[in-house]
């Protein structure tokens, strides 16, 4: 099969053939129609994070493929249904986190395309437990992105805890953002999207933003402050400086929503006096649970979300990756089998 490899950090991936691998005991082996490109594969790829991958690895975590064949423990029925290869890889499933029905927290997770080989190839192996089927209404090319930039989006909406006419901004209308745009909406929010590229505000504004700043050319605290300030700050653009804007927009009693994650483990500044007068909140949202991913299924299925994502192949990967870091791709590309 073909597979694209990270062979060291920093390096260009190779596209290599290698071994169809086979499916262990409690595992499932899924063909690859879709795959899409996160950012997180970039960061893993060039091994940006504190907790490191070990070259050689293949990344990716938004796969989607029939289940070809199973591993002992696994019910045959599952061959031929249509799955998603999550971020969450596997849990221990014993911990208070996975019992609670919170298993991205859990301390011993693997997650695919990181810490075991992921969907940037022909085929992968998963645990049987961890994937989520997708419904028939949902194409292979819609369903990857869902399987990551929308469950991400969707928990950190749901952590916020929109209620209608909030204003929720939306920093960085990307891959995931025009998928928070969509799911603020969708719970009654008044959404600013916030990015530094005119083609994604353009984005922003045919799915309905209600105000769309361009932080290149104008303060977005300043722009969101004119609009009577943000309940919610939903920030998905991976540099700093825009976690501080978002917490500077918030009203009193506003909630920070922090999801990117920049490179080299970088801080912000967060004024303690301001905080704690201003009742603001700073929440940490991580990937969404196989059952958040089922209901971002459904609500897809039910044509209620867009997702706007554009094919390539698997041998573009490299220029792919230029194309995301450049700011170049619309929102999300996908790998097409």
């Known amino acids: 099969?073909?597979?694209?490899?990270?062979?060291?950090?920093?390096?260009?991936?190779?596209?290599?053939?290698?071994?169809?691998?086979?499916?262990?005991?409690g595992q499932v082996l899924v063909r690859m129609e879709a795959s899409g490109i996160c950012h997180t594969?970039?960061?893993?790829?060039?091994?940006?994070?504190?907790v490191k991958p070990q070259p050689p690895f293949v990344p990716g975590h938004e796969g989607v493929g029939p289940v070809e064949a199973?591993?002992?423990?696994?019910?045959?029925?599952l061959v031929g249904k249509r799955?998603?290869?999550?971020?969450?890889?596997?849990?221990?499933g014993t911990c208070r986190h996975c019992v609670s029905g919170w298993?991205?927290?859990?301390?011993?997770?693997?997650?695919?395309?990181?810490?075991?080989?992921?969907c940037y190839a022909e085929y992968a192996v998963a645990n049987a437990g961890a994937v989520v089927a997708v419904p028939d209404g949902v194409s292979s090319i819609d369903a990857a992105p869902l399987t990551c930039a929308g469950v991400t989006t969707?928990?950190?909406?749901?952590?916020?805890r929109v209620v209608p006419a909030e204003r929720v901004a939306v920093f960085g209308v990307g891959g995931l953002g025009h998928l928070a745009l969509q799911y603020a909406r969708l719970v009654g929010g008044l959404v600013t999207a916030v990015d530094l590229e005119p083609?994604?505000?353009?984005?922003?504004?045919?799915?309905?933003?209600?105000?769309?700043?361009?932080?290149r050319s104008h303060d977005p605290v300043e722009e969101i402050r004119k609009a009577g300030g943000a309940d919610v700050a939903v920030v998905l653009a991976a540099a700093p400086k825009a976690f501080e804007q978002a917490y500077r927009s918030l009203n009193r009693g506003g909630r920070l929503v922090m999801v990117a994650l920049p490179a080299d483990d970088a801080a912000v500044h967060v004024p303690i006096f301001e905080t704690v007068?201003?009742?603001?909140?700073?929440?940490?949202?991580?990937?969404?649970?196989?059952?958040?991913?089922?209901?971002?299924?459904?609500?897809?299925a039910a044509g209620r979300t867009q997702v706007i994502a554009e094919p390539r192949r698997l041998d573009e990967v490299n220029d792919s990756f230029g194309e995301v870091l450049g700011g170049r791709a619309e929102a999300r590309l996908v790998f097409q089998f």
């Open 154 to 160: 969707y928990k950190a909406v749901k952590v916020a």
């Open 83 to 92: 799955v998603a290869v999550p971020w969450l890889g596997s849990s221990c």
């Open 1 to 25: 099969m073909k597979a694209a490899v990270v062979t060291g950090f920093g390096k260009p991936l190779e596209i290599q053939d290698r071994p169809v691998p086979e499916p262990g005991p």
């Open 41 to 50: 594969d970039i960061h893993a790829a060039h091994g940006d994070w504190p």
């Open 199 to 215: 083609d994604k505000l353009g984005l922003a504004h045919r799915l309905g933003a209600d105000q769309i700043v361009n932080a």
């Open 70 to 77: 199973v591993g002992t423990g696994v019910p045959e029925s």
């Open 103 to 118: 298993e991205t927290l859990c301390e011993s997770q693997v997650n695919s395309g990181y810490s075991v080989d992921g």
């Open 277 to 300: 007068l201003g009742g603001i909140s700073v929440l940490g949202s991580i990937v969404g649970t196989r059952q958040d991913l089922a209901e971002v299924f459904a609500l897809h």
